[in-house]
Structures are given as structure tokens and as C-alpha cells.
């Protein structure tokens, strides 16, 4: 899987903090899911290529609280202990709802273009560059058909949020 690292995390609170710390809440970003990880130091020394202690000191670093953070829930701790190796990350879904209302606006706004295009040449008024895009896509310019590709996975993904929305709430 991956993970987005915004620019923030190496100006904010944590500047300064080490190469460790970095590289584990790198790890963290790209391997959490639901705001869940598990973080085993030895395993994760062996994959980030450093000691059990620096990994275990990156982690308490990461648990402790921080009143300089952004982000102030759990006092600002980025991660919060909740078993042996299991953590939970406070700030993810504050992130996730971010990228997909980034993903959103980009859909709608490629919706929302393509719609103008083609209501305007129903009405034989195109726009200034849209004759170019719709005939780039007939043409199968690779552009187009990208961003066209994208506009349906965001629609696909769209839908299927919606669609695991719509069964958490039959279960309450």
C-alpha cells in the first residue's frame, strides 16, 4: 500500500526529531490501515535497517504527547499504545478525509467539465479548448483518456464508499 507524506510533518513538531523517528512514522503512513498498526520493533529494525533500541525509542517518541502538534487530539500523540504491537494513529482519518475530498474536488471538477463540453456543443457553442479535449478523447489522446480513466475510478470509489456507508448503517 502506500501513503501520502505531506510537506508539514518535516517543518511542524516533529522537526528535528532523527532519522529514526522519521523513518518509522514513514513506515507508520504506509502501512496503517483504519487507523490501525502493528508495530514490532525487532521486526521493524530488521525492515528499516536499524537497531531494535532506535526503533523503540522512534516509538515511544511517537507516543508520547506533543502540545505543539497540530493536531491536538490524545494530546497530540501520533501514535497511541492499544496492545503489545498494536497502535491506534488519532490524526488518520483527519488525513484520509483529505486526500478524498482532494479526490472529490478533482472528480467533480472533470465531471463538471466534460458536462459544459458537451452541453455547449449540443447548443453548437463550444468552449475555447473544449473541442479540443472531447476530440483528444475520441482521438485517444492519452491525456484525456487519463483523465477520464481517473474521473471513473474516483467514481468507482466514490460509489463504493457510499456502498460501505450505506452497510454500516443497516448494522446500527
Known sequence: MYGKHYESMYEGSMYGAGLAVFAVWGYVIAKVRESTIELNP???????????????????YLTKPDPESRHKEDEGKRLVREGQFQYRVPSWKHYQEMRNEADRREYN????????????????????????????????????????????????????????????????
Do not use: Y
Open 109 to 172: 471538477r472533470i465531471k463538471q467539465a466534460e458536462h459544459r463540453a458537451k452541453k455547449r456543443l449540443l447548443k453548437g457553442k463550444p468552449g475555447v479548448g473544449e473541442i479540443a479535449h472531447l476530440r483528444a478523447m475520441e482521438n485517444g489522446d492519452e491525456r484525456a483518456l487519463e483523465i477520464q480513466e481517473k474521473a471513473e475510478e474516483l467514481r468507482l470509489r466514490e460509489l463504493e464508499q457510499r456502498r460501505q456507508e450505506a452497510e454500516l448503517e443497516e448494522e446500527d
Open 42 to 60: 525487532k521486526k521493524l529494525a530488521d525492515t528499516l535497517g536499524g537497531t531494535t533500541e532506535e526503533v523503540e525509542r522512534a516509538i515511544e
